[in-house]
């Protein structure tokens, strides 16, 4: 068997085209500066055929021969600065400042890519699994990802309502929340470059699209910026990319989902900037969405959204203000030419001679407005006492004005002082007073003036934080004991809020909302959010379910029952005012129909359970299960047997397809009783399962172990007997025809018996 380049899937030895794929061996390459189908990086990552090149990246389809899964390689090769000789691994770089400008993208290609390493799984985005040099540059192995591209699905003719898109966009946000806190951006975001699955999930791909070429007048720049997705910041030579840059991106999506058409290209909009809210366009939305969507979609950075976080808190925010956008009047900088041929149409319009500048109020100083004029002050990475002394000063020196100080959101972040500002609701360098206006008018969000010239309202500020939490922390935890581990007041209703669900027990945790962005128990409990950091500010509130819950003198042994179905109707209290003693009873209830069972567990048919036998509890027979126990004890959970895997009679393929379909993914390479390597098509023998930590077999199990761990399958295999071949016949000659023979004389008849012959 050998590995097909073109979709990785092993194919027969004598095959020269695909069955899978059609890809054909002795496919030339499409470029003599591509590897060749086959090469080997970093000792075990085999390349295969080339998916895509970038102008400075190439992607090709890969094999990661030690896990035996599929990946993708990306290899830093920008065309402006280098090439590959045809055969040869090692990359060719152009001499002089074609050097160090390859030299430094590729610095910042790898270091990038270590960053989203280090994050291990960040939620809607593609895993990266190596960053490595080699052959005189860089590759980045990142997650393969089957599905389609948003793009595809979208040119399919789909269109999204408003809660589907925000639903969707919430997935990415909450992935570039984490990315961006490691100062990565992607830079290239739009549907061509977000994975759709199969099962829905949705992943962003390809980080580093314009993040490595480090000129302005780059060829590769004007090939990589996708029109209508790309904000005016990065046509500039000198324009300041950030997290900013990808909220626009985010939000360009976002509006071509639920509008069926991309946003006007931004450089343009820089002109005259005719965008359409969805609303005016027949679009169904709600005036949040609506709002925290083109607050996100404002041309210049300064008044656009400004990180994920933001933009996530406002899809989750029942009142969104529009950010007002202000006329430009100071220059930022120059467009390069390229950019420029873009919008010429339009800029010989407004500018002679084509020179096309902007114009930006926050970046004007008190000298340019007159002595007397007053202007915010930058305060990032100051303490919020800084704000407030200024502010405060401010009010003294005009008596009729009151600004005050509010802290909204806290921003987790270890290499930042604890309490320094993050941002500012009023950007740095605005006008909060110009005594040369004959009428000041109310351009801030959040403030207000009277015709005296007084300014009124909150300056609102996001304070870096280092207090955190991991979603690990919390999985399985009580709301009542997590209350407490959080110094949380369980008699506050306003920060430990009650939720009705029959189906829970009481102080079940339901949601945490943190700097107002809701957590479900779903989120908290996926795989992937594991080493998420939860910013734990102190406005943190907790919702829980209050219902009934089970109550027994002394827990049973529910394994002596056998099956579920076999324990009989047990009587139900329920807690009443948060109060462990006060409890009533309100009936009986079967054990099967409660929320205390948990039928999700597997065993193999050898084990002896069967579906529906109990396996397990987590609290021991005779416990004392009573007012006697705390509020912040785990509950009683029974583990019931959902499902029997059979290997009898079936290859290790069929089998290992069977486990996958219920989301059993890792297993150990297949090998025979005697140690020998296995093959897929061979039959299985027997089959163990392993925790996590591989070592205790387990007798009952689910596709990840109590302790949030993959399991391990180890597959025996038999391998098929050898065929002996069967010697050839030796050719004997044909015997010469005959006489017929005389007849036989007749055996003598037994002794005392009669003959029993009789005469034909």
Not at 199 to 224: C, H, P, Q, W
Not at 730 to 743: A, L, R
Request: proline share 4%; aromatic share 10%.
């Amino acid at each position: 068997m050998k590995l097909c380049m073109g979709c990785m899937n092993q194919i027969e030895d004598h095959l020269s085209a695909c069955p899978h794929c059609g890809f054909n061996e002795h496919t030339l390459r499409q470029e003599s500066y591509y590897l060749d189908p086959g090469t080997v990086v970093g000792g075990k990552y085999i390349v295969g055929r080339v998916l895509n090149y970038g102008g400075h990246t190439v992607s090709y389809l890969g094999m990661d021969a030690e896990k035996n899964r599929k990946v993708i390689v990306k290899e830093y090769l920008p065309s402006d600065f280098s090439t590959r000789s045809e055969g040869e691994k090692d990359v060719t770089i152009y001499s002089g400042d074609g050097q160090v400008q390859f030299e430094q993208g590729l610095t910042n290609f790898l270091n990038e890519m270590n960053h989203i390493q280090s994050l291990k799984e960040a939620p809607g985005i593609a895993k990266v699994y190596d960053c490595l040099a080699e052959n005189e540059t860089g590759y980045v192995v990142s997650e393969y990802v089957e599905g389609k591209t948003l793009k595809e699905i979208l040119e399919g003719g789909k269109k999204y309502s408003s809660e589907e898109a925000v639903a969707f966009i919430k997935k990415i946000l909450m992935g570039l929340s984490k990315v961006h806190k490691e100062d990565v951006v992607h830079c290239d975001i739009s549907p061509e470059t977000i994975m759709v699955t199969a099962e829905g999930d949705i992943k962003l791909m390809d980080f580093g699209a314009t993040r490595y070429v480090t000129t302005a007048n780059s060829k590769s720049l004007s090939i990589i910026l996708k029109r209508g997705y790309a904000p005016e910041e990065q046509y500039r030579s000198k324009g300041k990319r950030g997290s900013w840059t990808d909220v626009y991106a985010v939000g360009a999506v976002m509006y071509r989902m639920i509008t069926g058409t991309a946003p006007q290209e931004s450089v343009e909009r820089t002109l005259a900037d005719d965008l359409k809210e969805p609303s005016k366009m027949g679009v169904s939305i709600p005036k949040n969405i609506e709002n925290a969507l083109m607050n996100a979609l404002n041309v210049y950075q300064d008044e656009r959204t400004q990180s994920a976080d933001v933009f996530l808190k406002e899809l989750n925010s029942e009142s969104v203000k529009r950010i007002k956008v202000k006329q430009r009047k100071n220059k930022t900088g120059k467009f390069p030419v390229w950019a420029k041929v873009l919008v010429a149409g339009l800029a010989c319009v407004v500018v002679a001679g084509g020179a096309y500048v902007v114009y930006h109020m926050s970046g004007q100083s008190s000298d340019a407005l007159g002595s007397k004029a007053i202007v915010m002050q930058d305060f990032r990475n100051k303490t919020e006492d800084d704000v407030r002394e200024y502010v405060e000063n401010l009010n003294k020196e005009h008596s009729g004005w009151d600004i005050q100080i509010d802290t909204q959101d806290f921003i987790f972040d270890l290499n930042k002082e604890n309490g320094t500002v993050y941002a500012q609701s009023v950007a740095p360098g605005a006008v909060l007073y110009d005594p040369d206006k004959e009428n000041q008018e109310a351009e801030i969000e959040g403030l207000s003036y009277d015709n005296e010239g007084n300014v009124n309202g909150t300056i609102s500020l996001t304070l870096y934080s280092q207090e955190k939490m991991h979603y690990s922390e919390i999985q399985g935890m009580n709301a009542y004991a997590l209350a407490q581990k959080l110094k949380i007041d369980t008699a506050d209703e306003q920060y430990f809020i009650e939720e009705e669900n029959e189906d829970s027990n009481y102080f079940d945790l339901a949601s945490m909302e943190v700097a107002g962005t809701l957590i479900s128990k779903d989120e908290l409990n996926k795989e992937e959010n594991r080493d998420n950091v939860i910013v734990y500010t102190p406005d943190i509130k907790i919702h829980y379910y209050a219902s009934n819950f089970f109550y027994w003198d002394a827990l049973p042994d529910f394994k002596g029952f056998g099956s579920i179905n076999n324990v009989p109707s047990q009587p139900v209290y329920k807690y009443s005012n948060k109060n462990e003693n006060e409890r009533e009873a309100v009936g009986e209830k079967a054990l099967g129909d409660s929320n205390l069972v948990e039928k999700d567990y597997f065993a193999l048919k050898s084990s002896g359970l069967s579906v529906g036998d109990i396996a397990d509890q987590n609290i021991d027979p005779g416990t004392k299960y009573d007012e006697s126990r705390s509020l912040g004890d785990d509950r009683l959970v029974i583990k019931v047997i959902g499902g029997i895997f059979d290997y009898e009679g079936k290859t290790a393929q069929k089998f290992l397809n069977e486990l996958a379909a219920y989301g059993f993914t890792k297993y150990a390479p297949l090998r025979t009783s005697s140690g020998k390597e296995g093959n897929l098509s061979w039959s299985v023998e027997s089959v163990k399962i392993y925790d996590s930590n591989e070592s205790q077999e387990l007798e009952f199990f689910r596709p990840k172990d109590d302790a949030g761990g993959q399991v391990m399958v180890y597959v025996t295999v038999k391998e098929p007997p050898k065929q002996t071949p069967k010697p050839k016949e030796k050719s004997t000659p044909k015997p010469t025809p005959k006489s017929e023979p005389e007849e036989a004389p007749a055996p003598a008849p037994a002794p005392g018996g009669n003959d029993s012959r009789r005469a034909n």
